[in-house]
């Protein structure tokens, strides 16, 4: 459990009904998307590029994970973690040091639901939508990005993941409001600050980066690094939407 830093960690499925967590920190991360034991997103994703085998693309991630979010942090995985059998992706789960771990389920995550709600590998494990309040910020919690999610004019935030960092706020009429992409793939776009669409490692590219560097940049997202990016959104009145 985290150092007592007054920062109070509130979560819900009901945004009418919540219940605290007894539980402070520091800093919060959010991830989605890791796919560990799943071949096939070496190809359809520049993970590829770094990792020879999927062994390798896990062991990458877990490293990334207890490099950042260390051993007492808090994190909220919004889905899609796992392709392996419920043994080897306990087994990987153990390894991430923190006993801090969230889960909202993904659409790839069926087959292991009751696994991860009875393993006590999570602190919680949400079906649909999560919403937590902290540090004075409303977050709802989704894999899948939504169209309108409650108090959106006002300010909520809303996290997801599903799109692997390539969904255009814009074209939806989403890029009014505050809602990022916390993926694994997306996570690159933090160190470009640039969250629209985005394919991260092609930027990371055309910006210098080695391969090796390139690397580097993924990994959990962090409270700390979203704050900055969604006080930069404006949020248009709700009314303006339909004028």
Known sequence: MGPAIGKRVVASTNL????????????????????????????YTPRGHYFSNIDEHDQ?????????????????????????????????IEQIETPNKFLVLGNHDDKHIEFYKTS???R???EHRAYIKFNGRN?????????????????????????????????HGLDRYKIADVGWDA?????????????????LRAAGFSV???????????FSKLAPIMA????????????
């Open 60 to 92: 990458w991630i877990i490293r990334r994970l207890n490099e950042d979010v260390g051993p007492k942090g808090v994190i909220w995985f919004l889905g899609d973690l796992s392709f392996h059998n419920k043994w080897k992706t306990g087994a990987l």
């Open 187 to 203: 996570s690159p776009a933090y160190e470009l600050r640039d969250l629209s669409r985005i394919y991260a490692d092609q930027q």
């Open 212 to 222: 090796s560097a390139r690397a580097e940049q993924y990994g959990p997202i962090p």
């Open 120 to 122: 006590g590998l999570f």
């Open 16 to 43: 009418k009904d919540n219940k605290e967590l007894n539980m402070s920190t520091t800093d919060m991360w959010f991830s989605a998307d890791l796919h560990f034991g799943h071949e096939h997103i070496l190809e």
């Open 232 to 243: 930069e959104r404006e949020v248009k009145p709700h009314h303006d939407t339909y004028r």
């Open 139 to 171: 977050i709802i919690m989704d894999h899948h990005p939504i169209a309108h999610w409650r108090n959106c004019q006002h300010g909520y935030w809303m996290l997801h993941g599903h799109c692997h960092g390539d969904f255009d706020y814009a074209t």
């Open 124 to 126: 919680e494990v949400h």
